[in-house]
């Protein structure tokens, strides 16, 4: 049965940035809906590892690494604000992140970006082989050198979304999962909102957080949006049988210790269109990836493979604020 929402806000798209925003748009008063084509969080917000690391993200300063590096310093207040509301333990572990050098080469790298992230202010620390082991003795005989910013860390993903799912809902935002987005309601130059699979949705402003399907909502106004699916494929094993207590984040791949018993390997990156799923070849690059900075993950209980579709731009910079053209519309998405 279709049915008219009005709301002042429409945001298209659940995962962690659409529920993010819903969230602190109802926290301000206003009456938000959102709409999602899939499960909430379906998909890459789900399939990512969860890691809180702009140091590790971005190889130069500027006004991305700046934004990052603020949100990290307000996400500890923020997250636990979302548990108290959405009564759902995101599992935030800020137990700093290693970045590992396992070879000459890779050394001289991290001396790099050593070199220009002190000179940027930020708060990272050399540490030799020997003290790289005794932080985390897992680690493997060859590890050279690592980067280590202690602020760093890592939250369980699909344990925040359900949080954000429970928050918005205590706060009135309209949830609509299972709800496809088919087209633009216009007037002119402006959008008044959006017609989907179960009825019209009318808002004074819609913003569109559908990840890689935002440049397809897009289209629908004549607006090109560099924005594409890249498919990720990722793994867990079992802690039971490897102690890691941070993120090792390397250059073949990375290691993600969660509160729930697992460690989270990653990740591929595949253009492989909307095609979804996991390869043989992708779980094998995504083990042979994490295996030579812990050997004894040989012994870990595989868990599971999964794999989801990030947003990606041509430059790597995600795309914040009004679709050019129009009028009550803008879009957060591209945040690769």
Avoid at 108 to 116: G, N, S
Avoid at 190 to 211: K, Y
Avoid at 256 to 278: C, H, N, S, Y
Avoid at 294 to 313: E, I, N
Wanted: net charge neutral.
């Amino acid at each position: 049965m279709k049915h008219t929402v009005t709301s002042d806000c429409l945001v298209v798209g659940g995962g962690i940035i659409g529920l993010s925003l819903a969230y602190e748009l109802a926290g301000r008063g206003l009456q938000v809906a959102l709409v999602e084509q899939g499960n909430l969080g379906g998909q890459a917000s789900a399939a990512a590892a969860g890691i809180l690391g702009p140091l590790q993200e971005f190889d130069q300063p500027g006004p991305l690494l700046d934004l990052g590096l603020a949100s990290l310093a307000l996400y500890p207040q923020w997250v636990e604000e979302v548990r108290e509301v959405g009564g759902v333990d995101p599992q935030l572990m800020l137990e700093g992140i290693l970045r590992v050098a396992m070879n000459e080469q890779e050394e001289a790298q991290l001396r790099e970006r050593y070199a220009w992230q002190k000179a940027a202010g930020c708060r990272v620390e050399w540490l030799d082989a020997q003290q790289l082991r005794q932080l985390e003795p897992e680690l493997a005989a060859s590890a050279r050198a690592a980067l280590y910013s202690a602020e760093e860390g890592n939250v369980n993903n699909q344990m925040l979304l359900m949080a954000l799912a429970a928050a918005c809902r205590r706060r009135g935002v309209r949830l609509l999962p299972g709800t496809v987005a088919i087209g633009a309601i216009t007037s002119g130059r402006r959008v008044l909102g959006i017609e989907t699979t179960a009825g019209a949705c009318h808002a004074a402003q819609t913003v569109i957080t559908a990840g890689a399907w935002a440049s397809v909502i897009a289209r629908w106004l004549s607006v090109d949006l560099p924005i594409r699916p890249v498919r990720g494929q990722v793994a867990a094993v079992s802690s039971e049988e490897v102690s890691l207590r941070r993120v090792i984040f390397g250059y073949g791949g990375y290691l993600v210790p969660k509160k729930d018993g697992r460690i989270v390997l990653g990740a591929t990156e595949d253009e492989a269109g909307f095609r979804q799923g996991v390869t043989l070849g992708g779980l094998a690059a995504v083990l042979n990836g994490a295996l030579p900075y812990v050997p004894k993950l040989k012994q870990a209980p595989f868990l599971a493979a999964w794999s989801g579709l990030r947003p990606a731009t041509a430059d790597g910079l995600p795309l914040l604020g009004p679709l050019p053209g129009w009028d009550g519309i803008a879009v957060a998405g591209g945040p690769f």
